[in-house]
């Protein structure tokens, strides 16, 4: 079974903290992505990864960073937490070139942060 | 600068009825994909549909794209309980690496 993996399901953190989200996936794929979803806004980008060290922002980029020293880990930095920073956050992959042939993005489970 | 946007926001039909969710994108695509999202879990793949398609069938869904509208639509045929999930359409921007971009989503409730 092909697998993305996030480290926790719930997360409960404390404002100015700093906070790491990860995310490994065992498919071998180049590309892998953050999103971030909140009621009523759907899923907003917030980074996404094609290749190791690469990284492009998203939608949304502001308050985070990502790291991804090896293709199958991508981590999400929460650099000071905030409490506007609480939501569900989904990791997803998926192979190079999936644009063009349609590949579909597999998800981990998500994560829910709440920062208090 | 979100893609998609999904139409209805939420759907709360009958068991057995079928469920219409309506698409509309921004920009030029490559591809449009259909994904579900199970109550706090992650989305699951149901469907894809390339630029060059007007139709396309899998079990009791169906999706129809109109790229001279920028729209597409997913039909959920004969609806059960099971199908209780909110809906997503997300698309590949013909121009932007292979990010898939989301819309709001459809809140779908499937009465027994």
């Known amino acids: 079974d092909v697998k993305v993996t996030q480290s926790s399901r719930y997360l409960v953190k404390r404002t100015g903290e700093k906070v790491f989200l990860e995310c490994v996936q065992d498919?071998?794929?180049?590309?892998m992505f953050w999103y971030r979803q909140d009621p009523g806004l759907g899923l907003r980008l917030i980074y996404f990864?094609?290749?190791?060290?690469?990284?492009e922002k998203g939608d949304i980029p502001e308050g985070y960073s990502v790291s991804r020293e090896k293709k199958e880990r991508f981590s999400l930095i929460l650099e000071s937490a905030s409490t506007n920073q609480t939501s569900m956050y989904l990791c997803?992959?998926?192979?190079?070139?999936?644009?063009?042939?349609?590949?579909?993005?597999?998800f981990g489970q998500g994560t829910r942060l709440t920062v208090v | 600068s979100q893609q998609g946007e999904e139409d209805p926001q939420a759907l709360s039909i009958q068991e057995g009825e079928n469920a219409t969710m309506n698409c509309s994108y921004k920009?030029?695509?490559?591809?449009l994909q259909w994904y579900r999202q199970n109550s706090g879990r992650g989305l699951v793949h149901l469907i894809l549909?390339?630029?060059?398609?007007r139709e396309k069938h899998s079990g009791r869904l169906r999706v129809t794209l109109d790229t001279s509208k920028k729209s597409s639509s997913l039909l959920i045929t004969a609806s059960r309980a099971a199908d209780t999930a909110s809906y997503f359409c997300?698309?590949?921007?013909?121009?932007?690496?292979?990010?898939?971009?989301f819309g709001p989503g459809t809140s779908l409730s499937v009465i027994p």
């Open positions: 997803a992959s998926r192979p190079w070139g999936g644009a063009l042939d349609g590949a579909e993005a597999f």
């Open positions: 498919m071998d794929h180049e590309n």
């Open positions: 990864s094609y290749d190791v060290k690469m990284k």
């Open positions: 920009t030029s695509i490559n591809n």
């Open positions: 549909i390339r630029s060059n398609e």
């Open positions: 997300a698309t590949d921007a013909s121009t932007s690496y292979d990010k898939v971009i």
